[in-house]
């Protein structure tokens, strides 16, 4: 089974960026629909951003458009997500996932990564 591994989380004052990774353990060709969810403590999780393999575009979170990017490597198996103009909104866990199909817009029912923590101060 294909499994995912997130990484480049960390701690920033607002204002700053991070750049967050997903590494697949194998190819991911199988999975269309990659992403990116979040969740805060307290609070449900929540999707954040996705790309759809087969050119269908992009897909954000009204409160994160503008501000982060969604990106694959040619080969598909990486999925990065550039976020710029940390605010203290945006702490969380973040996860990564991939599936068959995207649902509302972002993944749905697929394989999830561990997830890497952002803590955005003010």
């Known amino acids: 089974q294909v499994q995912l591994a997130e990484s480049g989380g960390g701690s920033v004052q607002a204002g700053g960026s991070l750049r967050l990774s997903c590494a697949a353990s194998?190819?991911?060709?199988?999975?269309?629909?990659m992403g990116w969810f979040r969740q805060a403590p307290g609070k449900a999780r929540e999707g954040v951003a996705s790309?759809?393999?087969?050119?269908?575009?992009?897909n954000y979170a009204d409160s994160v458009e503008g501000r982060f990017t969604i990106s694959q490597e040619n080969d598909k198996d990486t999925v990065y997500l550039q976020m710029n103009s940390l605010k203290p909104d945006d702490t969380g866990m973040y996860y990564c996932?991939?599936?068959?199909?995207?649902?509302?817009?972002?993944?749905?029912?697929?394989?999830w990564g561990q997830g890497t923590q952002v803590t955005v101060s003010s």
């Open positions: 996932t991939a599936s068959y199909y995207c649902s509302s817009g972002f993944p749905a029912g697929g394989i």
């Open positions: 194998r190819n991911t060709h199988n999975y269309a629909c």
């Open positions: 790309v759809h393999r087969d050119g269908r575009g992009t």
